[in-house]
Nanobody
Framework: QVQLVESGGGLVQAGGSLRLSCAASGSIFSIAAMGWYRQAPGKQRELVATVTSDSSTNYANSVKGRFTISRDNAKNTLYLQMNSLKPEDTAVYYC??????????????????WGQGTQVTVSS
């Protein structure tokens, strides 16, 4: 089993910054990719950014140039540095991990795990 716990959300004024963290724990063999998603009230959950184990990144167009995703592979921790925040960034932010976990008999099974989310509110 793999669990993800997000932290770092809060209330910030437009133009400010926040840094989100997501710590993965459990019987992890490897994590191929991690990502941040967000969901605002009345909206669908959308991809914000992803990063692979070799540090290849992808960003939603709406956050390019403002957000930076990174990961510490040794700590199985994901980060999202958010700068120049806008009110439209207000949402619950969720982290996601895809990888392989240890199972009985030395089997390594794929997994997908989601955190509980952390609220980010940006005001003027």
């Amino acid at each position: 089993q793999v669990q993800l716990v997000e932290s770092g959300g809060g209330l910030v004024q437009a133009g400010g910054s926040l840094r989100l963290s997501c710590a993965a724990s459990g019987s992890i063999f490897s994590i191929a990719a991690m990502g941040w998603y967000r969901q605002a009230p009345g909206k669908q959950r959308e991809l914000v950014a992803t990063v692979t184990s070799d540090s290849s990144t992808n960003y939603a167009n709406s956050v390019k140039g403002r957000f930076t995703i990174s990961r510490d592979n040794a700590k199985n921790t994901l980060y999202l540095q958010m700068n120049s925040l806008k009110p439209e960034d207000t949402a619950v932010y969720y982290c996601n991990a895809d990888g392989r976990l240890y199972a009985s008999g030395g089997v390594r099974r794929p997994f997908t795990s989601w955190g509980q989310g952390t609220q980010v509110t940006v005001s003027s």
